[in-house]
């Protein structure tokens, strides 16, 4: 080699930069729930190279923090993206609102191929990191269908298979949903078998408990006995009491929450910020009606004979529910006719000419249903619940929102500001947790619990997903009347320490990567 060829390598790797990225002036707020401090952040090849003073390196990229909090990305740990990111892979709406992490695949509904799926999603490229549970209503219905049955040993033998499977493709854990069909069929028993399978792995169980109103304490002893005999983690998802006559009772289910923590149970509880909650129409009939798929469906609601018990039993529901009639349900998206969206059941009664009754109203949702059901949001909770729940230090901020096409329907809009509302509203104008509590719900707590073990932290050696913003300009702009408002002031959004939101604006980058469990 040259003398000439040799200096000029030498000159080349003089001028190299220090880091690929560089954030002076930081006010850091680490996600451990400890007061900020003031420091600079080098980020290379995606990761948390060095923190503290550095007043002599040169990076490719520098920003200036300007004493603007630094944080690490949200983590939210409960999402429903699938069909979603493959339309906006990108993810913005959640991008926006801080989330630079989500898992998938809860309440018992996922991809039923996990690793064609993930494989696809890293062919496409995505804006946010991915992890997904492996859900038991599709390994249900993949062996069984939706029959309204327990399983034989050989159903739980193959599905046991199954949920192997997936979890040796990535997963990182199994959610059930205990009210959706068919899993509400399931016993105790069949949950405990499948969780196992997906332990072995080190998996986390999520569950959609089996009630959440009347009978939440014995839903959260069943979840809690699942997570004991299968020896798993056990996150309770979006934590609430959801039946009118019972607003105030989370005082009791986090009381045995903690009661089971004590007692070495490793549980805790996610929860979205909000006193409406979104599922699907379907919630409102008896369970027994939903089985055997469309045209069993079809045909109980065309008979006399069923179609008077489902009445009676929905009538019940709802009465039980504490609600006089179905205007706390409003319809989100309903393909069949778009100008539903955002009216609720009163309404949409009324307009279709039938008298304000119950049973009119029941008539109206069993339409619905037999045009392929709506999505729909419930204003099913107290805000004295929403702000004890979180108000406990073990509950993680998570959305239960998707993807969203931007002006598409009329969601929930936990989609586009889950994050922000807790930081403006919970925590600046309600002073209800503080912002370092309220980082670590959003980042180290849904890390340790899902096993993210580089994650939730800003640590040297850590992924570099990092948020800068100004907590005193960060605003939910989402309502319920327009729920496509993106969230304002999360200044930079970091991913895999690529830039993806820079003075609050997308790029077109897509720096997300699959997270697959760490053990």
């Not at 670590?440 to 800003?458: E, H, I």
């Not at 408002?485 to 830039?499: I, K, L, R, S």
Request: proline residues 4%.
């Amino acid at each position: 080699m040259s003398r000439l060829l040799v200096l000029c390598l030498l000159a080349v790797s003089a001028r190299a930069a220090d880091f690929d990225l560089l954030i002076r002036n930081a006010r850091i707020i680490d996600g451990s729930g400890n007061p900020w401090y003031l420091a600079d952040i080098g980020v290379k090849g995606g990761r948390i190279a060095a923190i503290g003073r550095l007043p002599n390196a040169s990076a490719d990229r520098t920003i200036d923090a300007a004493n603007r909090v630094v944080t690490p990305g949200f983590i939210d740990v409960h999402t429903h993206v699938e069909g979603g990111i493959e339309k906006v892979p990108r993810a913005d709406n959640y991008l926006l609102d801080g989330v630079t992490s989500v898992v998938t695949g809860n309440c018992g509904g996922s991809v039923a191929n996990m690793g064609e799926w993930f494989s696809s999603l890293e062919k496409l490229g995505i804006g946010v990191n991915l992890g997904s549970l492996y859900g038991h209503n599709t390994v249900r219905r993949e062996v069984m269908g939706t029959a309204n049955r327990l399983a034989t040993p050989e159903e739980i033998t193959k599905m046991q298979a199954l949920v192997e499977k997936a979890m040796l493709e990535g997963a990182v854990g199994f959610s059930t949903g205990l009210i959706y069909i068919p899993g509400t069929y399931s016993n105790t028993e069949e949950v405990v078998a499948l969780g196992k399978a997906a332990a072995k792995h080190g998996g986390v169980y999520a569950s959609h408990m089996r009630d959440e109103g009347v009978d939440v304490l014995k839903a959260i002893d069943e979840a809690v006995t699942v997570g004991k005999e299968a020896g798993m983690r056990v996150q309770l998802s979006h934590f609430k009491i959801d039946n009118k006559r019972l607003w105030g009772a989370s005082d009791k289910s986090i009381a045995l929450v903690e009661k089971y923590r004590k007692e070495g149970v490793d549980v805790v509880v996610d929860q979205y910020p909000y006193d409406h909650s979104s599922t699907n129409l379907g919630i409102t009939l008896p369970s027994w009606a939903l089985a055997d798929g469309p045209d069993a469906i079809r045909e109980r609601i065309n008979s006399p004979d069923s179609r008077t018990r489902i009445v009676a039993e929905m009538t019940k529901m709802v009465a039980e529910k504490g609600q006089k009639n179905f205007e706390y349900a409003i319809v989100a998206t309903f393909q069949p006719d778009r100008s539903y969206e955002g009216k609720n059941i009163s309404e949409i009664n009324l307009m279709k000419g039938r008298p304000a009754t119950v049973e009119a109203e029941i008539s109206t949702i069993l339409d619905m249903i037999l045009l392929g059901g709506a999505q729909m949001v419930y204003h099913s909770m107290g805000n004295d619940d929403v702000e004890r729940i979180l108000r406990y230090q073990n509950t993680a901020i998570a959305s239960d929102g998707g993807v969203r096409e931007f002006g598409q329907g009329m969601p929930h809009p936990r989609s586009y500001a889950t994050n922000s509302r807790v930081l403006a509203e919970f925590v600046r104008r309600r002073n209800v947790i503080t912002l370092e509590d309220a980082i670590r719900r959003m980042t180290s707590l849904p890390a340790r619990t899902f096993g993210f073990r580089d994650r939730g932290l800003v640590r040297e050696g850590f992924a570099a997903d990092l948020l800068i913003f100004d907590p005193a300009k960060v605003e939910d702009k989402a309502t319920f009347q327009k729920p496509h408002q993106y969230t304002e002031g999360f200044d930079f959004v970091v991913v895999n320490g690529t830039p993806i939101v820079e003075d609050g604006k997308l790029n077109d980058k897509r720096p997300g990567k699959i997270l697959r469990p760490t053990h």
